[in-house]
């Protein structure tokens, strides 16, 4: 019913950025908020950044101050711009949002496949 598509993902030497971007579509009647999240090998998913549809934002402490989220909602778009990246930023980055499908409906989470982040010493 929703798909959530994460692009701009890649390699990148230490201290370098990238820009990523996830497009939300699909049988959409209200996103309440979207994030990101991150998985790397061997360890459990973590959030990374959430921005709600009245622009409040919340970031884990690792990336505040390096990592900025933003979202378009007219185009149920969130974008992470990643900077200073560090090698054990290096991970699977996943779109998460929370949509209403319906306005009856509650709202329910929906994941992207991911975006693949490596950063090089």
């Known amino acids: 019913q929703v798909q959530l598509v994460e692009s701009g993902g890649g390699l990148v030497q230490a201290g370098g950025s990238l820009r990523l971007s996830c497009a939300a579509s699909g049988r959409i009647f209200a996103i309440i908020a979207m994030g990101w999240y991150r998985q790397a090998p061997g360890k459990e998913r973590e959030l990374v950044a959430t921005i709600t549809n009245r622009g409040n934002i919340n970031y884990a402490d690792f990336v505040k101050g390096r990592f900025t989220i933003s979202r378009d909602n007219a185009k149920n778009v969130v974008y992470l711009q990643m900077n200073r990246l560090k090698p054990e930023d290096s991970a699977v980055y996943l779109c998460?949002?929370?949509?209403?499908?319906?306005?009856?409906?509650?709202?329910?989470?929906?994941w992207g496949k991911g975006a693949l982040v490596t950063v090089s010493s």
């Open positions: 998460n949002a929370e949509v209403k499908t319906n306005i009856m409906s509650p709202s329910r989470d929906y």
